[in-house]
């Protein structure tokens, strides 16, 4: 069967934050469907969907909205039927906030912006391809914090050691950085962020000072996730 992906846009700001256009660069033309939960669009039936992406969003998990819900029951049906689900940044929250409760969920202290390196800490089929240490673009200020069993952490930064997690023997998922960003589309957000007064300025100027060389991360990823 040829895969077909549900994207869940978490996006609020659709015109500034662009998730799926950021992760349909790297499906290279597979089918994908999307629906955008916080504008009230209802989630669809799961049939017929091989695989499940969940995007970053401007939300904090920490400050409950209606449309989580709507998310949460949708991660549990299909955790529940064996669908591969991938979660990034808020969407790798989320699982963790579905499936084990918002406590799990905490402030990032520090909160990471810009660029970071990653080092693999466990291993696991998604992530086998990667390299030990790989750098990619970061933006949150929640993290994932001590998930309970079955969590299983697969990689950190220095400032979160919750940057990769799977539930258990699931497939399901996450990333809390942004790998589906290339450099340069990473560059022209924090630009963009800055002419509207976003803060934390000073660690977007920070980020814009130095921008690694582009990589294939995200698509090594999707296609071990797209074998699942």
Known sequence: MAPRILIVNNAVHRHLFKPTWHWKAHLKGVDASVVNVPSGEPAPDLDGFTHILLTGSEA??????P??????????????????ILGS?????MLV???SGQQYVARSNPPEVGWAQIEMT???PLFDALPNLWPTFVYHFDEASNPPDPWIKLGRTMHCDTHLLRYGTAKAWGI??????????AKFFIRATLLMGRKPSKH????????PAANDVADRILHRFLEQ
């Open 97 to 99: 906030y579905a499936l």
């Open 122 to 124: 466990g291993s696991d």
């Open 67 to 84: 449309w989580f819900d709507i998310e949460v029951r949708l991660i549990r049906k299909a955790v529940k039927r064996g669908i591969p």
């Open 60 to 65: 904090s998990i920490l400050e409950h909205k």
């Open 89 to 93: 940044c808020f969407g790798h929250q």
């Open 176 to 185: 809390q950085a942004h790998p589906e960003i290339s450099s340069r589309k």
């Open 204 to 211: 977007l100027f920070r980020a814009l000072r130095h921008v």
